[in-house]
């Protein structure tokens, strides 16, 4: 029956494991539009999540919803689909595979298929990061203090009890430096590409991104009850932390100043650090030279990534 409905959809056209984790709804928004000239009555609309695989029957999961009645030229609309897709699909995912939504509008009254639209969408790799582009805060998921490679670096510990910020400042120091001594480290990329995150292997294997050292850290400073930040530049990863048991208001922001006004002498409420420096055995003090160089140099073309503790649910 052509021409009765219309299917607007507002999604998401890829999914990783910290979306789905995080519930984070990849149907944003679904318009059913009536482009009849009569009303249209007792219909419904039906979600379905379908992939392309020998299990897909096994992941398969649906959603739908009753629809009273549409008058001509009118739509009904529904936010944030709460269609759910299992966490375990991700874990069997080595590679981007590809799956699909399935929408769908039918008549109560006589079953037939009134509009039907399929919307491609790709399945990545759990341990994938999509990029700053789209949720960049995201990534705060991948900072994880409780897997075993954090707990060989630093204890669990309250280093802001003390209310001394030598003392916070003293902990990332002997954080980094212990990270130092499990080197040396190659440093495979230095952008904060979108990508694999292996930042849990970085003390086996010896060699990851800058951005997977920057997560490690962040992940020991973290644990050691730091605040830690994320700055992503255009060509390199910045982490900090604060000093004092402090966070900024929103998870992301992109003014560069809000970092170096609390890193002024004088104010010292934040220290940063260029992690890669530990590729050339570099100390800690090279390390925080080294950051402040590149965040006074750096274009405004940047988002900082608040890493909130327990603001996000964590891979592990």
């Known amino acids: 029956m052509d021409g009765i409905i219309e299917i607007r959809v507002l999604y998401s056209a ?110 990545l790799p759990r341990d994938t990061w999509i990029g700053s582009d789209i949720m960049p805060e995201l990534l705060a998921s991948f900072v994880t203090p409780g897997r075993n490679a954090v707990r060989l670096i630093t204890e669990e510990a309250s280093a802001y009890q003390s209310g001394l910020p030598e003392k916070a400042k003293e902990y990332a120091r002997e954080i980094y430096e212990n990270i130092r001594k499990k080197g040396p480290f190659t440093i495979t990329q230095m952008n904060p590409a979108a990508g694999s995150i292996n930042a849990m292997e970085m003390l086996s294997r010896k060699q990851g991104t800058a951005l997977d050292l920057s997560i490690f850290y962040a992940s020991c400073l973290e644990r050691a009850g730091l605040n830690p930040v994320i700055i ?27 970092i170096t006004k609390r890193m002024a002498e004088g104010v010292e409420e934040i220290i940063a650090v260029d992690i890669s420096i530990l590729a050339d055995n570099g100390s800690f003090e090279q390390a925080q030279e080294s950051a402040e160089y590149h965040l006074a140099e750096s274009s405004f073309d940047i988002f900082i990534l608040f890493c909130y503790r327990f603001y996000f649910f964590k891979h592990g």
Do not use: H
């Open 14 to 123: 890829i999914a990783n494991y910290s979306m789905v984790y995080n519930r984070v709804p990849l149907i944003k928004r679904i318009e059913v539009r009536n482009i009849s000239s009569e009303s249209l009555g007792n219909i419904k609309l039906n979600v379905s999540f379908k992939q392309n695989t020998e299990q897909s029957e096994q992941y398969e999961s649906e959603w739908e919803s009753s629809i009273g009645s549409i008058p001509a030229g009118q739509y009904v609309s529904f936010d944030r689909i709460p269609l759910k897709i299992s966490k375990e699909l991700f874990f069997l995912t080595e590679k981007n595979t590809d799956a699909s939504f399935i929408i769908t509008v039918t008549s109560n009254t006589t079953g037939e298929v009134l509009e039907e639209k399929t919307l491609d969408l790709k399945i």
């Open 232 to 258: 992503l530049l255009d060509n390199r990863v910045i982490t900090a932390c604060w000093l004092e048991d402090k966070t900024f208001a929103e998870c992301v922001e992109d003014d560069i100043s809000l």
